[in-house]
């Protein structure tokens, strides 16, 4: 073979790299690995909630610390890999970041395969059995704790599956961090600015399309038992049952190995792809503008300047605030909405995180649309972004308002609901459902008084009437009306909230010079996490904790994750959370309205002063 026909044959390799090497591939990749990123953290773990608290045995406030950690983590992970990652190749930093977040997919889920899942089986079934019953001339209850109709003790993981937990947030936290600084600037880089609206618009919709799909994924796996093979041997146990623990880790697999194949892909990418001659000049100055503004920013002097700039701009600091408080709103829903759900209206985690899914996305993606169809049909400046925000706000409100009367009323009686349960000595640690008319459920046959027992069967219940039977099991507490309207409503609040993104954008964008719109992109990221994203989970964790009606008990005596909520109690206490925090908002940007009308009104009198001295100044030339 010739000279000539090796360089020919290398010509050919190179051809079929450039061709694959291409912003559009790129796009793909970057796409593909947002939306898994997305998946995962603003989806499928909202999903699970329910299932780890109760695999782990930890309460909701517990679990909210330790994912808030993959915000703190970012705070200070996203800035540093920024800089530093800005001086190589940004695709590859990337598709590093992309097999880190795998890996700390692989750690959450490491504590089920080194422990597994057993239930204990307690061998005296029979006393037991009597324990439940009502007992008014003893104590009916010992050191031992029982749970469930099953006769299961609850198995709690040991302390360091929680560590584990947080280091795989954190470990996620700074896998995510290039995603969205040094991945969108490569793309932008490559990009003319005709293109750059499309671009950008097709990987923002796959960071809303990833919180669709973890949702979907969360109810496909969370339908199934979470042992492998072990659905038809779970002694009664159903999906509606607070003891039910679905298939939680099955998502993060499957995440681990699409970011890994994808990682791979990218790490072949070089540091400038090979761009037409129409592209090149644009793409020479993209990058020259990025290192420019780089060296700007190089100095601690120059940061800590460009932070006081930014502070003592009114505008933007006040939209940044606005934006934090909202997105208190938009963490507390994506994290906590499916086990809220599932607790006032009584379903399955599965049919509450498809639900979930199906109505909150949509609904996102349409109100970011619809944002930046308004901002460019009507070209809205600064002040007429203002006015679109204070009005989807205050209607957001209203609607929120209206979701604190949509419930399931709650048919659950617990300990001391009434004296004759009080003197049956029930024990706090037996949940042994049983349902009376269809219409109330007792945490246990005590409670209702019953003192014989006949396979799924109670009577002789003294709280109730003579002839009244009691059946094993909970009621089915249906309020299909409530539910409808209930999604409904959510659908608009989330459509409202989600109009805003576009306008708080542009108005951000333009309220900064131009030299700092990037640092002040990066700056309100950081606000947010510290105001809003950090402690968002913590807070409503408490709430929810406090509306807990029964705890259930671990084998080492101590508190674990919560069975049953208050459903008549937590609409109010969770959505007049959410509304004085919304009212914040809205008192914000209606301040921010307020100056801005001001300086329109005094700009438009300047602009008519200006238009009649020019119309004196012509009749004069003219006479």
Same mark, same amino acid.
């Given at each position: 073979?010739?000279?000539?026909?090796?360089?020919?044959?290398?010509?050919?390799?190179?051809?079929?790299?450039?061709? *694959?090497?291409?912003?559009?591939?790129?796009?793909?990749?970057?796409?593909?690995?947002?939306?898994?990123?997305?998946?995962?953290?603003?989806?499928?773990?909202?999903?699970?909630?329910?299932?780890?608290?109760?695999?782990?045995?930890?309460?909701?406030?517990?679990?909210?610390?330790?994912?808030?950690?993959?915000?703190?983590?970012?705070?200070?992970?996203?800035?540093?890999?920024?800089?530093?990652?800005?001086?190589?190749?940004?695709?590859?930093?990337?598709?590093?970041?992309?097999?880190? *977040?795998?890996?700390?997919?692989?750690?959450?889920?490491?504590?089920?395969?080194?422990?597994?899942? &057993?239930?204990?089986? =307690?061998?005296?079934?029979?006393?037991?059995?009597?324990?439940?019953?009502?007992?008014?001339?003893?104590?009916?209850?010992?050191?031992?704790?029982?749970?469930?109709?099953?006769?299961?003790?609850?198995?709690?993981?040991?302390?360091?599956?929680?560590?584990?937990?947080?280091?795989?947030?954190?470990?996620?936290?700074?896998?995510?961090?290039?995603?969205?600084?040094?991945?969108?600037?490569?793309?932008?880089?490559?990009?003319?600015?005709?293109?750059?609206?499309?671009?950008?618009?097709?990987?923002?919709?796959? =960071?809303?399309?990833?919180?669709?799909?973890? *949702?979907?994924?969360? !109810?496909?796996?969370?339908?199934?038992?979470?042992?492998?093979?072990?659905?038809?041997?779970?002694d009664g146990i159903t999906k509606t049952d607070p003891e039910w623990i679905g298939r939680w880790w099955a998502g993060f697999i499957l995440s681990s190995f699409l970011l890994i194949l994808l990682s791979l892909i990218l790490?072949?990418?070089?540091?400038?792809?090979?761009?037409?001659?129409?592209?090149?000049?644009?793409?020479?100055?993209?990058?020259?503008?990025?290192?420019?503004?780089?060296?700007?920013?190089?100095?601690?002097?120059?940061?800590?300047?460009?932070?006081?700039?930014?502070?003592?701009?009114?505008?933007?600091?006040?939209?940044?605030?606005?934006?934090?408080?909202?997105?208190?709103?938009?963490?507390?829903?994506?994290?906590?909405?499916?086990?809220?759900?599932?607790?006032?209206?009584?379903?399955?985690?599965?049919?509450?995180?498809?639900?979930?899914?199906?109505?909150?996305?949509?609904?996102?993606?349409?109100?970011?649309?619809?944002?930046?169809?308004?901002?460019?049909?009507?070209?809205?400046?600064?002040?007429?972004?203002?006015?679109?925000?204070?009005?989807?706000?205050?209607?957001?409100?209203?609607?929120?308002?209206?979701?604190?009367?949509?419930?399931?009323?709650?048919?659950?009686?617990?300990?001391?609901?009434?004296?004759?349960?009080?003197?049956?000595?029930?024990?706090?640690?037996?949940?042994?459902?049983?349902?009376?008319?269809?219409?109330?459920?007792?945490?246990?046959?005590?409670?209702?008084?019953?003192?014989?027992?006949?396979?799924?069967?109670?009577?002789?219940?003294?709280?109730?009437?003579?002839?009244?039977?009691?059946?094993?099991?909970?009621?089915?507490?249906?309020?299909?009306?409530?539910?409808?309207?209930?999604?409904?409503?959510?659908?608009?609040?989330?459509?409202?909230?989600?109009?805003?993104?576009?306008? &708080?954008?542009?108005?951000?964008?333009?309220?900064?010079? &131009?030299?700092?719109?990037? *640092?002040?992109?990066?700056?309100?990221?950081?606000?947010?996490?510290?105001?809003?994203? +950090?402690?968002?989970?913590?807070?409503?964790?408490?709430?929810?904790?406090?509306?807990?009606?029964?705890?259930?008990?671990?084998?080492?005596?101590?508190?674990?994750?919560?069975?049953?909520?208050?459903?008549?109690?937590?609409?109010?206490?969770?959505?007049?959370?959410? +509304?004085?925090?919304?009212?914040?908002?809205?008192?914000?940007?209606?301040?921010?309205?307020?100056?801005?009308?001001?300086?329109?009104?005094?700009?438009?009198?300047?602009?008519?002063?200006?238009?009649?001295?020019?119309?004196?100044?012509?009749?004069? !030339? &003219?006479?």
């Amino acid at each position: 073979m010739s000279e000539n026909d090796d360089i020919e044959i290398t010509n050919r390799n190179d051809q079929r790299k450039f061709r *694959f090497w291409t912003i559009r591939w790129y796009l793909l990749l970057l796409c593909l690995i947002v939306l898994c990123q997305s998946m995962i953290t603003s989806g499928y773990i909202g999903s699970i909630v329910s299932s780890i608290e109760t695999y782990y045995g930890f309460s909701s406030e517990r679990l909210g610390i330790a994912f808030s950690s993959y915000d703190i983590t970012g705070v200070l992970s996203i800035p540093l890999i920024s800089y530093f990652g800005s001086q190589y190749n940004r695709a590859k930093i990337v598709a590093l970041g992309s097999f880190v *977040f795998s890996i700390g997919n692989i750690i959450f889920i490491l504590p089920y395969f080194i422990n597994g899942y &057993h239930k204990q089986i =307690i061998d005296n079934s029979t006393n037991e059995t009597i324990n439940s019953l009502c007992s008014p001339n003893s104590t009916n209850y010992s050191e031992n704790i029982y749970l469930s109709s099953n006769n299961n003790l609850i198995e709690v993981q040991p302390l360091w599956t929680y560590y584990m937990i947080i280091l795989s947030m954190i470990i996620m936290s700074i896998g995510a961090s290039p995603f969205y600084t040094l991945g969108i600037t490569y793309l932008t880089d490559h990009l003319n600015k005709d293109d750059q609206p499309i671009y950008t618009s097709i990987f923002y919709g796959m =960071i809303a399309l990833g919180p669709a799909i973890g *949702f979907l994924m969360g !109810s496909l796996f969370l339908s199934e038992w979470i042992n492998i093979g072990q659905n038809q041997n779970l002694d009664g146990i159903t999906k509606t049952d607070p003891e039910w623990i679905g298939r939680w880790w099955a998502g993060f697999i499957l995440s681990s190995f699409l970011l890994i194949l994808l990682s791979l892909i990218l790490f072949t990418f070089p540091s400038k792809l090979e761009q037409s001659d129409n592209n090149n000049e644009l793409i020479q100055s993209n990058q020259s503008s990025q290192a420019e503004s780089l060296c700007q920013l190089s100095t601690i002097k120059e940061i800590f300047k460009s932070i006081y700039d930014l502070i003592m701009n009114l505008t933007y600091i006040l939209i940044v605030l606005v934006n934090s408080i909202e997105n208190i709103l938009i963490v507390s829903f994506t994290t906590f909405m499916v086990k809220y759900i599932e607790s006032v209206f009584n379903i399955s985690s599965s049919l509450s995180s498809i639900l979930t899914g199906s109505i909150i996305i949509p609904a996102a993606v349409f109100g970011t649309i619809t944002g930046g169809y308004l901002i460019r049909r009507f070209r809205m400046n600064i002040y007429q972004s203002i006015k679109l925000i204070l009005i989807c706000c205050f209607i957001s409100l209203i609607f929120l308002i209206s979701l604190i009367f949509l419930k399931c009323k709650s048919n659950i009686k617990y300990s001391n609901d009434t004296k004759c349960s009080q003197l049956c000595n029930c024990s706090p640690y037996i949940y042994q459902p049983v349902c009376y008319q269809e219409t109330i459920t007792y945490l246990s046959p005590c409670y209702a008084g019953c003192t014989t027992v006949d396979g799924k069967e109670y009577s002789n219940c003294t709280c109730l009437s003579l002839e009244a039977k009691v059946f094993e099991g909970s009621c089915e507490n249906s309020c299909l009306f409530q539910l409808i309207l209930f999604f409904i409503i959510l659908f608009l609040v989330t459509y409202c909230e989600t109009l805003m993104a576009t306008p &708080h954008l542009i108005i951000i964008l333009r309220s900064v010079r &131009h030299e700092l719109q990037s *640092f002040s992109l990066g700056f309100e990221n950081c606000i947010v996490k510290l105001l809003a994203q +950090i402690p968002t989970p913590i807070l409503f964790g408490i709430i929810l904790d406090n509306q807990c009606l029964f705890w259930s008990q671990s084998t080492f005596h101590h508190r674990a994750s919560c069975f049953i909520y208050n459903g008549d109690e937590l609409p109010m206490r969770l959505f007049a959370t959410t +509304i004085i925090i919304k009212l914040i908002s809205f008192i914000l940007i209606l301040i921010l309205f307020l100056i801005k009308f001001r300086e329109n009104k005094f700009l438009l009198i300047q602009q008519q002063d200006q238009e009649e001295e020019q119309q004196d100044l012509l009749n004069n !030339s &003219h006479s």
